[in-house]
């Protein structure tokens, strides 16, 4: 399956919804900061809010389709193509963006061992060096 992003709101809004459905359950905090945090990321500033949620409701039905198999998992193979897909339509910029919001909603609530692994793939495939790594971690109070 070729993966590709034309827009770089799509590539942001496929790296959170697979940050949060990486642990099979999505919270309302995840929920309250993706339409605070993200929704204030400049590249989202001339949506409306109603512009927006539909923008993430079609994400979001997307990427259950292409990303998950029958029992809610996230599929490893798909989600390595996505985060190309990333990279190839982001510049190092806002890859350095996605990946500090996906620190962001996976640290909003309870950190799980699947968001740690997913967030690692980002690092690599995002090439995301260890220093800024470690500041994204350090803004949000956790540390990998």
Known sequence: M????????????????AIVVADRVGSALERN????????????????????????????MKANQTFLDESGVLIDERVLEMIAAVNDC???????????????IACVDELCK????????LQSGLNIGETDAIEA???FKYMI
């Open 90 to 104: 982001l510049n190092s910029e806002d890859c350095l963006e996605v990946y500090r919001m996906a620190v962001g």
């Open 114 to 121: 699947e968001e740690i692994e997913l967030l690692a793939l």
């Open 2 to 17: 070729l993966i590709k992003y034309e827009r770089a709101e799509d590539a942001f809004l496929a790296v959170a919804w």
């Open 33 to 60: 900061f993706m339409h605070a945090d993200v929704k204030s990321i400049a590249l989202f500033n001339d949506y409306t809010e109603e512009e927006y949620s539909n923008m993430v409701g079609a994400m979001y």
């Open 137 to 139: 971690h350090k803004e």
